[in-house]
């Protein structure tokens, strides 16, 4: 959330106190977005523990976008006042989550693919544009900017 993140933040830090709400909405989607990094980063992660076996040069790609997913996640979560602590425990029940609906079997993988591949993909890919488009859904005060929500 780099370049985006930053400027919005210093933004609305320095236009003052008519902006206050609008900085409570933005560091919401803030947050939202970190959720989903988050249960992206859980998804990869079982992608790589799962393939590791039979597809070690597939699973090296999962492990590296799990790297690179978790540790934004973990930063987008600091920005908002998220313990790492917290993460680390809310992560542990994404994990089990996803296993039970994989019935803890990698053979069942599917079930995760089908709901989490194409989300995390483009996640990864620019987690910046989906910030915007969480800005925009919390600005028309939606709860929900579609996503395939939490396990």
Do not use: H
């Amino acid at each position: 959330m780099s370049t985006f993140v930053a400027v919005v933040l210093v933004l609305f830090s320095s236009i003052g106190s008519a902006t206050a709400q609008i900085g409570d909405r933005i560091k919401r989607a803030m947050g939202d977005v970190a959720g989903e990094l988050q249960v992206c980063s859980v998804y990869f992660r079982i992608e790589w523990s799962c393939l590791r076996p039979q597809e070690p040069a597939l699973a090296r790609t999962y492990g590296e976008m799990f790297d690179k997913v978790a540790e934004s996640a973990i930063t987008s979560f600091r920005r908002v006042g998220v313990w790492d602590e917290v993460y680390a425990a809310q992560a542990s029940l994404y994990t089990e989550a996803m296993m039970k609906a994989m019935r803890g079997d990698c053979t069942n993988i599917a079930v995760l693919r089908r709901r989490y591949s194409k989300f995390c993909q483009r996640l990864s890919g620019d987690p910046d544009l989906r910030l915007k488009e969480w800005i925009t859904c919390v600005r028309a005060r939606r709860r929900t900017c579609g996503g395939p929500g939490l396990p």
